[in-house]
């Protein structure tokens, strides 16, 4: 009996330690010294569950600036879910200054604040730098009577209400957009346009069981059923062909004559006033983790491209964004 | 076809002396994480992911697996010993459960517990292993519609949840589809009932109404009533020797919902809870005696327990032969698989049949090894009801709120654990049942979505419902299951 006790209140321990480990790093900026450097652990927080997009990312990065040596510093990733991100942005918010402590973000940083649902937006963190890049794929039916975008785009011209739009979410977020954005260059009314969001991950079941037609994700999530012939990917929203065997196969919406593109890109934030120098030394590390090979690996392995930028030149990417969406939001009667 | 040679390949990987030792490691490991009341399969797999890291696929994720049943299977006896689910998949269990607990017959209730999940995981795993290939296009089969039909069907039983008043019984679950509300409306984006709060965005958590209804109203209620005697009882253990009339009772139960549980597991999205509520409700329906259920009846703990481990296996269904995770424990499996560079989909049973395999065959192991495992330690468990009442309920709470905070490290959540442990108490004091509260709560939000969805892609048209034949089928099943009980209350009056 005791040991069976003793046993759960080590587990007890063991569960609160890994959760308050690298909670708590007060902010303390090392002014004065040239090169500054991290001398305490570093947290990133992913603020979406486990398993995710971000969760992924931050995790791969953490791994390989580790194995590869390219950070000393001990480096915990932390997940902090709730309001598709607001909650983890409300708590890096809180840590402002710090040096040792970021967050990975993606568009929706970009689309919460403008639909209202996060006080914080981009220009209350210190971007650092952007890594990856992923794209959009539009999906139909193997058998479903459209082979490419325009055909697709015509009939919903013609009658937008025989169309469904699914995505996992919700509208005004990325998975609408993507769509929305793509479907105005072609010339669609985008007010018109059905969609429905499907917040279980039962998207592509409803693409396979007829419900709905048109499925918008991402490009990674769509190769295994293109490969095994069940659906079949009509555009995606990338600058040039993808690399890659399956995803080469997929056209461009630029090919097919409409001019627009989307970038699910993905990089790591600093809480507001982040310290320069300490940007500069992340700016390098990321800079130097993006060059490696075992990140070019993990690349490979989850379908993402490459790209990176440092601080200022994503800041200005960042404000360029979220004017295009403000403007698309504001069409859609979406915009706060 | 290579079917038959990718079986043995499957058997070779899950019996070689590697697959041996990883399945005990994971169902140990599940079966341990799963027992603490708030930490369920998702935190259990969450947790070995990082060790998976470099591991060779096969052998990690046919522990992965382990991990995740072994939960489930281990789920139970927080539910039973202390009322305090710690998934949401044995909440139906805590219904019947703990009040054979409380009568003292706390080891009689592991052994079912333990027997009926043995006999829903292997069943399971036959019908995994015989119809996967098949199933996968019953998994997509469902579209909005059908979805709405079947959580309609399943919100028939709230009348039969509840003991004495449906008037209360009915609040009950009004007042939980409200709570269900709460967060960012998936179909427009707006936010409702948030109050400007963004820890409230994504709604309240299962858990944290389950732990705060079940555990925490439960140990208020022990701690006002310290004196009262029946309670004494709850200290013995009792044997956990079954008898003939036991297993006899438990036949009918564990044979019907290893099927219906595992079906339901097919079903994205669907998956262990919707399937023990189902069964537990399919069950009282069926019964001569519905009116020993919640009070320790062994068909209605068999029941959910069997379902809910037999769903189990059912999720593997779509997750490996379709790629789609239907709910989000198979979700973060999901992203074990990719951790793991094996990406599970229609091809995964042609491209690596030793993995698609190895997982189904390690199973029939992994479940082997939960009953021996798990009824030996019985008396041990049992024993965690002789600690001293003190000592327990500060225990209990200590684990509520270790699983509480768990979920999103985030104290906000640890006041609405505290507000519902007060709602479920003064629902106790009233006697409002709390079991219509949850089950609205986990049914009502995915049916309002596919409510929504159904309207959408219909353009707004209702026939949407009728044109589907599953829908319609389930909708005529869901009527009668409502006009049945009405017929037989007015017949009795009149005779």
Same mark, same amino acid.
């Given at each position: 009996?005791?040991?069976?006790?003793?046993?759960?209140?080590?587990?007890?321990?063991?569960?609160?330690?890994?959760?308050?480990?690298?909670?708590?790093?007060?902010?303390?900026?090392?002014?004065?010294?040239?090169?500054?450097?991290?001398?305490?652990?570093?947290?990133?927080?992913?603020?979406?569950?486990?398993?995710?997009?971000?969760?992924?990312?931050?995790?791969?990065?953490?791994?390989?600036?580790?194995? &590869?040596?390219?950070?000393?510093?001990?480096?915990?990733?932390?997940?902090?879910?709730?309001?598709?991100?607001?909650?983890?942005?409300?708590?890096?918010?809180?840590?402002?200054?710090?040096?040792?402590?970021?967050?990975?973000?993606?568009?929706?940083?970009?689309?919460?604040?403008?639909?209202?649902?996060?006080?914080?937006?981009?220009?209350?963190?210190?971007?650092?730098?952007?890594?990856?890049?992923?794209?959009?794929?539009?999906?139909?039916?193997?058998?479903?009577?459209?082979?490419?975008?325009?055909?697709?785009?015509?009939?919903?011209?013609?009658?937008?209400?025989?169309?469904?739009?699914?995505?996992?979410?919700?509208?005004?977020?990325?998975?609408?957009?993507?769509?929305?954005?793509?479907?105005?260059?072609?010339?669609?009314?985008?007010?018109?346009?059905?969609?429905?969001?499907?917040?279980?991950?039962?998207?592509?079941?409803?693409?396979?069981?007829?419900?709905?037609?048109?499925?918008?994700?991402?490009?990674?999530?769509?190769?295994?059923?293109?490969?095994?012939?069940?659906?079949?990917?009509?555009?995606?929203?990338?600058? &040039?062909?993808?690399?890659?065997?399956?995803?080469?196969?997929?056209?461009?919406?630029?090919?097919?004559?409409?001019?627009?593109?989307?970038?699910?890109?993905?990089?790591?934030?600093?809480?507001?006033?982040?310290?320069? &120098?300490?940007?500069?030394?992340?700016?390098?590390?990321?800079?130097?983790?993006?060059?490696?090979?075992?990140?070019?690996?993990?690349?490979?392995?989850?379908?993402?491209?490459?790209?990176?930028?440092?601080?200022?030149?994503?800041?200005?990417?960042?404000? &360029?964004?979220?004017?295009?969406?403000?403007?698309?939001?504001?069409?859609?009667?979406?915009?706060? | 076809?290579?079917?038959?040679?990718?079986?043995?390949?499957?058997?070779?990987?899950?019996?070689?002396?590697?697959?041996?030792?990883?399945?005990?490691?994971?169902?140990?490991?599940?079966?341990?994480?799963?027992?603490?009341?708030?930490?369920?399969?998702?935190?259990?797999?969450?947790?070995?992911?990082?060790?998976?890291?470099?591991?060779?696929?096969?052998?990690?994720?046919?522990?992965?697996?382990?991990?995740?049943?072994?939960?489930?299977?281990?789920?139970?006896?927080?539910?039973?010993?202390?009322?305090?689910?710690?998934?949401?998949?044995?909440?139906?269990?805590?219904?019947?459960?703990?009040?054979?607990?409380?009568?003292?017959?706390?080891?009689?209730?592991?052994?079912?517990?333990?027997? /009926?999940?043995?006999?829903?995981?292997?069943?399971?795993?036959?019908?995994?292993?015989?119809?996967?290939?098949?199933?996968? /296009?019953?998994?997509?089969?469902?579209?909005?519609?059908?979805?709405?039909?079947?959580?309609?069907?399943?919100?028939?039983?709230?009348?039969?949840?509840?003991?004495?008043?449906?008037?209360?019984?009915?609040?009950?679950?009004?007042?939980?589809?409200?709570?269900? %509300?709460?967060?960012?409306?998936?179909?427009?984006?707006?936010?409702?009932?948030?109050?400007?709060?963004?820890?409230?965005?994504?709604?309240?958590?299962?858990?944290?109404?389950?732990?705060?209804?079940?555990?925490?109203?439960?140990?208020?209620?022990?701690?006002?009533?310290?004196?009262?005697?029946?309670?004494?009882?709850?200290?013995?253990?009792?044997?956990?020797?079954?008898?003939?009339?036991?297993?006899?009772?438990?036949?009918?139960?564990?044979?019907?919902?290893?099927?219906?549980?595992?079906?339901?597991?097919?079903?994205?999205?669907?998956?262990?809870?919707?399937?023990?509520?189902?069964?537990?409700?399919?069950?009282?329906?069926?019964?001569?005696?519905?009116?020993?259920?919640?009070?320790?009846?062994?068909?209605?703990?068999?029941?959910?327990?069997?379902?809910?481990?037999?769903?189990?296996?059912?999720?593997?269904?779509?997750?490996?032969?379709?790629?789609?995770?239907? /709910?989000?424990?198979?979700?973060?499996?999901?992203?074990?698989?990719?951790?793991?560079?094996?990406?599970?989909?229609?091809?995964?049973?042609?491209?690596?049949?030793?993995?698609?395999?190895?997982?189904?065959?390690?199973?029939?192991?992994?479940?082997?090894?939960?009953?021996?495992?798990?009824?030996?330690?019985?008396?041990?468990?049992?024993?965690?009801?002789?600690?001293?009442?003190?000592?327990?309920?500060?225990?209990?709470?200590?684990?509520?709120?270790?699983?509480?905070?768990?979920?999103?490290?985030?104290?906000?959540?640890?006041?609405?654990?505290?507000?519902?442990?007060?709602?479920?108490?003064?629902?106790?004091?009233?006697?409002?049942?709390?079991?219509?509260?949850?089950?609205?709560?986990?049914?009502?939000?995915?049916?309002?979505?596919?409510?929504?969805?159904?309207?959408?892609?219909?353009?707004?048209?209702?026939?949407?419902?009728?044109?589907?034949?599953?829908?319609? %089928?389930?909708?005529?099943?869901?009527?009668?299951?409502?006009?049945?009980?009405?017929?037989?209350?007015?017949? /009795?009056?009149?005779?």
């Amino acid at each position: 009996m005791k040991k069976v006790f003793i046993g759960v209140v080590f587990v007890v321990l063991l569960i609160f330690s890994a959760a308050c480990s690298g909670g708590d790093e007060e902010a303390s900026g090392t002014e004065g010294s040239k090169e500054w450097k991290p001398e305490k652990p570093i947290e990133i927080v992913a603020p979406a569950g486990a398993g995710g997009g971000w969760d992924t990312t931050a995790r791969m990065a953490a791994k390989v600036f580790t194995e &590869e040596e390219i950070i000393d510093s001990d480096i915990g990733v932390v997940n902090k879910a709730g309001g598709g991100g607001a909650v983890g942005w409300a708590y890096v918010a809180g840590q402002e200054g710090s040096p040792y402590n970021m967050f990975v973000a993606s568009p929706p940083l970009l689309f919460i604040p403008l639909n209202g649902q996060s006080e914080y937006g981009h220009e209350d963190f210190t971007p650092i730098a952007n890594v990856i890049a992923d794209y959009a794929a539009f999906a139909v039916a193997a058998d479903a009577k459209w082979d490419n975008l325009n055909e697709l785009f015509d009939d919903m011209k013609k009658d937008p209400s025989s169309i469904t739009v699914v995505g996992t979410s919700s509208p005004g977020s990325m998975d609408h957009i993507q769509f929305v954005q793509i479907a105005k260059a072609a010339g669609v009314d985008v007010t018109k346009i059905k969609y429905v969001s499907d917040q279980d991950g039962v998207g592509l079941t409803q693409l396979l069981n007829g419900s709905v037609d048109v499925f918008s994700t991402g490009v990674s999530e769509t190769v295994e059923q293109v490969k095994a012939g069940t659906i079949k990917v009509l555009g995606v929203t990338s600058e &040039e062909r993808l690399e890659g065997e399956v995803l080469e196969d997929f056209p461009t919406a630029k090919e097919q004559g409409i001019d627009a593109t989307f970038v699910n890109w993905r990089g790591f934030f600093g809480p507001p006033n982040m310290d320069e &120098e300490a940007v500069a030394y992340y700016e390098e590390k990321f800079k130097e983790l993006s060059d490696s090979e075992a990140f070019a690996d993990i690349r490979k392995q989850f379908g993402w491209d490459e790209m990176y930028m440092n601080s200022e030149e994503y800041q200005q990417f960042l404000d &360029e964004k979220k004017g295009e969406i403000q403007s698309l939001l504001d069409e859609l009667g979406l915009g706060e | 076809m290579g079917s038959l040679e990718g079986i043995i390949a499957g058997f070779q990987v899950a019996f070689s002396l590697e697959g041996l030792l990883f399945v005990m490691i994971g169902v140990f490991v599940g079966t341990f994480i799963g027992m603490m009341p708030g930490l369920g399969p998702i935190s259990a797999i969450a947790v070995m992911i990082p060790i998976t890291f470099g591991m060779d696929p096969a052998p990690a994720l046919v522990m992965m697996a382990g991990v995740y049943y072994g939960a489930i299977f281990g789920g139970s006896t927080s539910s039973i010993l202390l009322n305090a689910p710690g998934v949401s998949g044995a909440v139906a269990t805590a219904f019947d459960g703990y009040p054979m607990a409380q009568q003292g017959k706390a080891g009689k209730a592991l052994a079912i517990a333990a027997i /009926s999940s043995f006999i829903g995981g292997t069943v399971s795993v036959i019908l995994l292993m015989l119809l996967a290939p098949m199933l996968s /296009s019953v998994a997509i089969s469902f579209g909005p519609p059908a979805y709405f039909a079947l959580m309609l069907m399943g919100l028939t039983a709230i009348s039969s949840l509840s003991e004495g008043s449906t008037i209360k019984a009915l609040i009950s679950a009004v007042a939980g589809f409200m709570i269900v %509300t709460i967060g960012i409306d998936a179909q427009t984006g707006t936010q409702r009932f948030t109050f400007g709060n963004v820890n409230l965005l994504e709604g309240i958590d299962f858990l944290v109404i389950a732990l705060g209804l079940f555990a925490l109203a439960e140990v208020c209620t022990l701690i006002i009533k310290r004196k009262d005697l029946s309670q004494e009882n709850a200290h013995k253990l009792g044997s956990m020797r079954l008898s003939k009339q036991d297993f006899k009772d438990m036949s009918g139960p564990v044979t019907r919902h290893s099927f219906l549980g595992f079906i339901l597991g097919v079903l994205p999205g669907a998956g262990a809870t919707i399937a023990s509520f189902i069964s537990y409700i399919t069950e009282k329906k069926l019964s001569k005696n519905p009116e020993e259920f919640g009070k320790g009846s062994v068909k209605g703990l068999a029941a959910p327990e069997t379902a809910n481990n037999a769903a189990t296996s059912g999720a593997f269904v779509p997750l490996l032969s379709l790629g789609i995770p239907g /709910s989000g424990t198979t979700a973060v499996m999901l992203g074990a698989f990719l951790v793991l560079g094996v990406q599970p989909g229609p091809l995964l049973m042609t491209d690596r049949p030793e993995i698609f395999w190895g997982i189904i065959a390690s199973m029939y192991i992994g479940n082997v090894f939960l009953l021996i495992l798990n009824l030996p330690l019985i008396p041990y468990f049992a024993k965690i009801l002789k600690i001293p009442r003190p000592l327990l309920i500060s225990l209990v709470i200590m684990f509520s709120i270790i699983g509480v905070y768990a979920i999103s490290f985030n104290t906000f959540d640890l006041y609405m654990l505290l507000l519902f442990g007060v709602v479920g108490f003064v629902m106790r004091l009233f006697s409002f049942p709390a079991p219509p509260f949850i089950l609205a709560f986990i049914l009502g939000g995915m049916m309002e979505q596919a409510f929504r969805q159904s309207l959408t892609i219909s353009n707004g048209s209702l026939t949407v419902f009728v044109q589907d034949p599953i829908a319609l %089928t389930l909708l005529i099943v869901a009527l009668l299951s409502f006009v049945f009980p009405l017929i037989r209350v007015i017949r /009795s009056r009149r005779a």
